[in-house]
């Protein structure tokens, strides 16, 4: 696919955005977005609480 008619805009010293493309043909970008990167699937993988170990003082001894 070749993208014709984008605007290819400098965002400083080490990179470019390709502008305008959304616009033209009237897409919403969050339609664009896979669902990987939406609010609901941040908080569905980062949901659960992970706890932290004691440290190895802490530990019990089994005398056996």
């Given amino acids: 696919m070749i993208a014709q ?3 290819v805009v400098a965002n400083g010293d080490l990179g470019y955005e390709v502008v305008e493309a959304l616009e033209h ?3 919403e970008p969050p339609n ?4 990987w ?10 949901q659960p ?3 932290p170990i ?4 802490l530990w019990k001894i089994d005398p056996s």
């Fill in 5 to 7: 008619g984008c605007q």
């Fill in 25 to 27: 043909d009237r897409i």
């Fill in 32 to 35: 664009e977005m896979h669902w």
């Fill in 37 to 46: 990167y939406s609010k609901e699937a941040y908080f569905l993988v980062y």
């Fill in 49 to 51: 609480k992970i706890q």
């Fill in 54 to 57: 004691r440290g190895e003082k």
